[in-house]
């Protein structure tokens, strides 16, 4: 997107560093959670307006990704969604963004990158695994390895040798990872470093992980898509059209929401607009996000 909307959180010696690709993007709520209205938006005014919602009810979310840096560790948490690609949905198609200038700027040259973990091998998670290159997909971060949970993996190989429709992410953005050997597989509470290791959260997708961080007695989770609207700390039974697994996917939520709820754990919502990290609060049987 632009250098402007590089965020930097510290949490203990660990620092987060967010690049934002696709920056307060607006739409429907109903695109996302299918039950939801312009009304019950408006009823949540207090908490959502202005950086969640417009003043009509719509909803403002970003698509970023971050970098976590760790005992000398450089890890990419999540990779967009990357330019020039062919996709299902118009506004992922042909971007020509700057996602690894960003990086860059933010003081990390690609090839600085040891670590790639994406939570999920949705779209918008692993497009900047690779970029184009003279016509070919190559890996955008050669020093790396790249994590991923084998169910992740073999769920998208699966659907792509079955013929489903919509799987140029799994071609231009997956395979040549495994193809040029840097794809690891690990378990889903898989610890990077001592300070970061991966929580379960599936649901959303088969292999879904959250980032958890702990680091001299303070804490942080990356949440990846357990949740992609603060609208569904209100609303956590709101079916999400994104869901591969609807009940799964709520009970995580909730499960989720409860874990990290009126703890001093920063919550870093990986499609949470501006500034992207608060804290849940319990509101009666729910919940909401509270932004400092
Ligand atoms: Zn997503």
Known sequence: MSVETIRRWKIGDVEVIRIVELYDFQDDIWVLLKDATPEVMLRHKDWLQPQFSTPDGRMRMNFQAFLVVSQGRRIMVDTCIGNDRQREYDVFSNLSGTFLEDLAAAGYPRGTIDTVLCTHLHLDHCGWNTHK??????????????????SEVDFWQKKKAAG????????????????AGLADYVGPDHKITDEVWL??????????????????????????DVVHHPVQLAEPDWVNNFDFDIEKGAATRKAFFDRYADKDALVIASHFFDPS????????????????
């Open 277 to 292: 990290a608060g804290h849940i609060v319990k509101d009666g049987e729910a919940w909401k996000f509270e932004v400092d």
């Open 133 to 150: 290159v003279d016509g070919k997909w190559v890996p955008s971060f050669p020093n790396a390895r790249y994590l991923f949970a084998k």
């Open 164 to 179: 489903e429709a919509h799987m140029e992410h799994v071609v231009d953005a997956i395979d040549p990872i495994l193809d």
């Open 199 to 224: 929580i379960p959260t599936p649901g959303h997708t088969v292999g879904h992980v959250s980032v958890h961080i702990a680091s001299q007695g303070q804490e942080a989770v990356i949440t990846g």
